[in-house]
């Protein structure tokens, strides 16, 4: 008998500038979740600090660590979904919502040994895994090909980026590219479909592919919408990251509610207000 496919949610199309609705609506979640939303952008923000503290002496670990932690990072925001959808069904916006998203995730499954139930840590693995290959790509590609040891950001700026012979830094934003492309679309709105709905991870993953071909320009302007306001918050010593990651995890919920028609699959926290399947404003 011949497998049933994976039911995939519809895919609703959005205009082009439809990105920067979200980043609008993911500033107001910021200051309607007030602290609780702004100290889990100070813990990431500390979260790059501790990456810097460790590599700040070898630039060629340090540019693939850091870039690597936008890999990771739709995982590291799930609480900041938790909190825009508490704020869209009209509930308290605390950090009783962030406690029971990280601590008391497998409250709501039925069944414990089900692909549901390890959905989210099998993609927080998968994501760990591809930025642990892209560090060790991009320090082994550093390491080998510059012709002198890269060890600060000047290094780096003088030795690969403005560097008059090779190409050294088009690769290495080639290969960064290649790598962080499927990323995306497997995770744009992957994860805020499983914290929102009890779904598969091949489903979250497929559905966030169908929403990048559904939505192609679109979803260009997200990827870098994301990439541009990481980098001005790295930038700023790091800082613009306390404002930026968590305006950034509750437009990602948005743009989720914009893209995907999930009311065909059950509602993860079925004690929940029965006002989840709606969009969000």
């Keep these: 008998m011949p497998r049933k496919l994976h039911f995939l949610p519809p895919i609703r199309t959005i205009g082009l500038a439809q990105p920067l609705h979200w980043l609008a609506l993911g500033w107001r979640d910021m200051v309607r979740a007030g602290w609780v939303s702004m100290a889990q952008g100070l813990a990431l923000a500390l979260f790059g600090a501790a990456i810097f503290a460790v590599a700040h002496h070898r630039f060629w670990l340090l540019a693939g660590a850091l870039s690597g932690f936008l890999v990771v990072a739709p995982v590291l925001a799930t609480s900041l979904y938790a909190l825009s959808r508490a ?3 009209g509930e308290a916006a605390d950090l009783g919502v962030v406690l029971k998203t990280w601590l008391n995730w497998q409250n709501s499954h039925v069944n414990k040994w089900g692909n549901d139930y ?7 693995a998968l994501l760990a895994l591809a930025a642990t290959g892209w560090v060790m790509t991009s320090a082994a590609l550093i390491t080998l090909l510059a012709p002198v040891p890269v060890l600060t950001p000047l290094d780096f700026l003088h030795h690969v980026v403005l560097a008059r012979e090779g190409w050294l830094f088009e690769i290495w934003l080639g290969l960064g590219s290649l790598m962080a492309a499927p990323i ?20 979250a993953v497929l559905t966030s592919w169908k929403a990048v071909v559904v939505n192609p320009l679109p979803m260009a302007l997200w990827a870098a919408l994301i990439l541009g306001l990481t980098l001005l918050g790295m930038a700023s010593l790091l800082l613009g990251l306390v404002v930026a990651m968590p305006v950034l995890g509750h437009a990602s919920w948005h743009a989720y509610r914009d893209l995907v028609d999930a ?17 969000a404003s």
């Design 184 to 203: 995306f679309a497997s995770s744009v709105v992957a994860m805020p479909l499983l914290v929102d709905r009890r779904a598969t991870l091949l489903q």
């Design 87 to 89: 704020l869209e069904r």
């Design 263 to 279: 009311s065909g699959l059950p509602v993860r926290d079925a004690a929940g207000p029965a006002n989840a399947s709606g969009v």
């Design 118 to 124: 390890w959905c989210m840590v099998q993609f927080g």
